[in-house]
């Protein structure tokens, strides 16, 4: 599945953003999902994942309470809702996907990165103080 991450931007410290995740040409229905970040001179971090059917969701400590993985009623897109931005936020944000045995729960390893199969270009967030 081609996937392309959408809805980065400038915004100041408080802001927020909906990041969008789309599958091009096909729906998500079959993909647990997953967003990571990667700041400059980091490695790539873990921010939420979201099991097939949306029933399971998890977060990173970092941006728990702040920021929701969600999907669309037609299974096309994946949104990451982000509130309450902070500096630390600022990053480049992708989104991933991959194939897993159910639809209900995360599989093990849905914060890593190697687990995923499918990636987006990714889309830049940065977060004025």
């Known amino acids: 599945v081609q996937l392309q991450a959408s809805g980065g931007g400038l915004v100041q410290t408080g802001g927020s953003l909906r990041l969008s995740c789309t599958a091009l040409?096909?729906?998500?229905?079959?993909?647990?999902m997953g967003w990571f970040r990667q700041a400059p001179g980091k490695e790539r971090e873990f921010v939420a994942a979201?099991?097939?059917?949306?029933?399971?969701?998890e977060y990173a400590d970092s941006v728990q309470g702040r920021v929701t993985i969600s999907g669309d009623s037609d299974k096309s897109t994946v949104y990451l809702i982000m509130n309450s931005l902070k500096p630390e936020d600022t990053a480049i944000y992708y989104c991933?996907?991959?194939?897993?045995?159910?639809?209900?729960?995360?599989?093990?390893?849905?914060?890593?990165?190697?687990?995923?199969?499918?990636w987006g270009q990714g889309t830049e967030v940065t977060v004025s103080s």
């Open positions: 991933a996907a991959r194939i897993t045995p159910s639809s209900y729960m995360l599989a093990s390893g849905y914060s890593y990165a190697s687990s995923y199969t499918y």
């Open positions: 040409g096909r729906t998500l229905s079959n993909y647990a």
């Open positions: 979201r099991s097939k059917n949306g029933a399971r969701t």
